[in-house]
């Protein structure tokens, strides 16, 4: 008798769970700006304690980050660290910067010491079924290196 609300709940619990992931709540920064003013970027990482030089506190939890943002290159400052399997690596005021086009989707990953940008928005698990990446940055405590465009290597 005492399994069957111990199922119920956890049934419940993975509902919410995948209920958060799949809509996520957008920060909007200009409200006054039209989906084609904007770019659309869906982030999982790190926390994002700075964009373009003002002072944020974007706090990634279970779901994607939704973030609308004019376009146009774009600096975050990272900060938290990130579960690599065998330990930690720890981002301390680290910039990512990108160029995030007006009217377009993203969806920027990250895991261990990679940032990999897709186009179009996706879940999670949906990044790592082959599409490819529209770039992909290995991360440093001093930034990012560019390594990958289009699922090409850069030399």
């Not at 006054?32 to 990482?45: C, F, H, K, M, P």
């Not at 973030?67 to 900060?79: A, M, Q, S, Y």
Request: aromatic residues 12%.
């Amino acid at each position: 008798m005492k399994k069957k609300p111990f199922f119920i709940l956890s049934v419940l619990a993975i509902c919410l769970f995948v209920a958060c992931e799949g809509t996520p709540t957008p920060i909007v920064l200009y409200d006054s700006l039209t989906d084609e003013q904007v770019a659309i970027v869906r982030y999982n990482g790190v926390d994002i304690v700075e964009y373009n030089g003002i002072a944020v506190q974007w706090k990634v939890g279970y779901s994607l980050l939704e973030i609308r943002i004019p376009g146009g290159r774009t600096t975050f400052v990272l900060n938290g660290h990130v579960s690599t399997g065998s330990g930690f690596i720890r981002y301390n005021n680290v910039p990512f910067v990108y160029n995030f086009e007006n009217g377009k989707e993203y969806t920027v990953i990250m895991q261990h010491d990679v940032i990999r940008v897709y186009d179009g928005l996706h879940r999670i698990y949906d990044t790592l079924s082959g599409i490819k990446a529209l770039a992909t940055f290995r991360m440093t405590n001093e930034g990012q290196i560019l390594t990958h465009v289009n699922g090409q290597w850069i030399n």
